[in-house]
């Protein structure tokens, strides 16, 4: 396998729009914890939002690049990544399977463990609306 730059797509777009928003709902949660911890816990736990905050930011650095890329091919006549198709149903399953191992391996209140949890809610999330498209076609 070459090491070749794929060219964005509606649908990288979409997914990396769509793990930016399940990584901002994890880090709402996680700031929610936050707040009803005991001062040495709650150092602790703004280590994580911390870190998560972090992957956030390059989440948003990676959708702006790709946004741009996108708006100079597509121009106005490209869609709104809202209505982008869902993906097969097979790859989608295979990466929340993938998922949902990562989360396994993690240590709750971590930012690996709410980042791997955000990906298994996006993916869960998503399969079902790749199920839904499915079967109304």
């Known amino acids: 396998m070459t090491d070749q730059k794929i060219s964005p797509t509606n649908e990288e777009l979409r997914l990396t ?19 009803e911890l005991p001062p040495p816990e709650t150092a602790e736990m703004a280590l994580e939002v911390e870190a998560l905050t972090r992957e956030i930011l390059e989440w948003a650095e990676k959708q702006s690049a790709l946004a741009a890329q996108v708006a100079i091919r597509e121009g106005e006549d490209g869609p709104p990544i809202a209505v982008v198709p869902a993906r097969e149903l097979h790859i989608v399953l295979n990466e929340w399977r993938a998922a949902e191992r990562r989360l396994e391996s993690e240590q709750p209140g971590t930012a690996g463990f709410e980042s791997a949890r955000a990906d298994v809610d996006r993916l869960r999330d998503e399969y079902a609306r790749a199920y839904h498209q499915q079967s109304n076609h």
């Open 17 to 35: 729009s769509d793990n930016f928003l399940a990584r901002v709902e994890r880090l709402q949660a996680l700031e929610e914890q936050k707040r």
